[in-house]
């Protein structure tokens, strides 16, 4: 199969319809075998039924349905874990995003061998002071941490070689980093294209400002994870290991300027009314939290690798 085409959405019934023919007829046209996977991420409007009837009309169209909404990334993820394309496309349900972008990400991928092609979105048909500005701000914030030259990190039209798609792991709201995760993993062949955007045709966008403040955690989050994500301990234990030297070390020196002293019969102070002795009682102690928490998360890491954070309620078609 060629393309997978992963379209998370909540809340979308009006534009599923469009977004679907559209699709279609692009596909066609290039002669592309393709499979549509929509994830109903928890939608309460008519979407799931719009999913059941495009599936009825066109077997290419499969269907995911969690229980609740989980969010876009698990929503991703879910899609991703089923997807059998070589290429594989993520677009947003609500018609922002624009299908005739297809046919030239599929050949940067399969011709010039492409890992992931991120969109951009140069010009943006969004509100300029809740989203274009903090956008601005929290892509370059994006790209010092991670040294990957994108413009537009949470554009939702990207795609990707069918490996990619199966080694990373989207968890949490990380769909906005997933360049990065790829990066993470290997995948070094990063590319951006300048794609169309369009103004929300239908419904509201289901993202708040928070998106900013969960963004910027997040990108904390990766920050350190791609960092250390896999061998706490090589963080926690050595600045552990450091305090607590330093803690010991000052302890005893404390105790051996005391001893001296009291041998000598110089007139000296409580340990206790020495500044010196707290820091290095907190020094000790800092030391053994922080070394325990690099074990405890080598412990972790020994023992997640089967945990899902979602749960399916039924699938279509697969
Ligand atoms: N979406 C989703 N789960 C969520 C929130 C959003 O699947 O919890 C989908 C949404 O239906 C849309 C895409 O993610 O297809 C992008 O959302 P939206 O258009 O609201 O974001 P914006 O364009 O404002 O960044
Ligand atoms: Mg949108």
Excluded at 108 to 113: A, H
């Amino acid at each position: 199969m060629d393309i997978s085409v992963v379209i998370p959405l909540l809340n979308e019934d009006e534009s599923l319809q469009e977004l679907h023919d559209w699709i279609a007829k692009v596909m066609q046209s290039n002669r592309y075998t393709y499979e549509l996977i929509f994830i109903d991420d928890g939608s309460t409007d008519r979407s799931w039924n719009m999913i059941e009837k495009l599936s009825q009309e066109n077997e290419a169209v499969k269907g995911i349905r969690f229980q609740k909404n989980f969010g876009k990334s698990q929503a991703l993820d879910a899609g991703f874990e089923l997807a059998q394309g070589d290429v594989v496309i993520t677009m947003d349900a609500d018609l922002q995003d624009n299908p005739d972008e297809i046919p030239e990400l599929y050949d940067l991928i399969i011709k010039e061998d492409f890992d992931l092609i991120s969109g951009w979105k140069k010009k943006r048909y969004d509100n300029l002071i809740t989203k274009n500005i903090p956008s601005k701000l929290f892509n370059a914030a994006a790209r010092r941490t991670s040294g990957l030259k994108l413009h537009d990190f949470n554009c939702g039209l990207k795609a990707y070689k069918n490996i990619v798609v199966k080694t990373v792991k989207v968890s949490g709201e990380m769909h906005r980093y997933i360049p990065v995760l790829a990066k993470n993993e290997g995948f070094t062949k990063i590319g951006e294209k300048i794609v169309q955007h369009q103004a929300r045709k239908y419904g509201v966008t289901k993202f708040g400002m928070e998106r900013f403040v969960n963004g910027f955690l997040d990108l904390i989050t990766i920050s350190f994870l791609s960092k250390f994500g896999k061998r706490p301990m090589h963080f926690f234990g050595l600045w552990g290991t450091f305090m607590f030297l330093f803690g010991t070390i000052s302890a005893f020196y404390i105790g051996a300027v005391k001893l001296y002293k009291l041998y000598k019969g110089s007139s000296t102070i409580l340990v206790t009314e020495n500044p010196w002795f707290y820091i290095a009682l907190t020094a000790m102690i800092l030391g053994t939290l922080l070394f325990l928490s690099g074990f405890i998360g080598e412990l972790i890491i020994k023992s997640k690798d089967t945990i899902k954070h979602y749960r399916i309620k039924e699938k279509l078609n697969f």
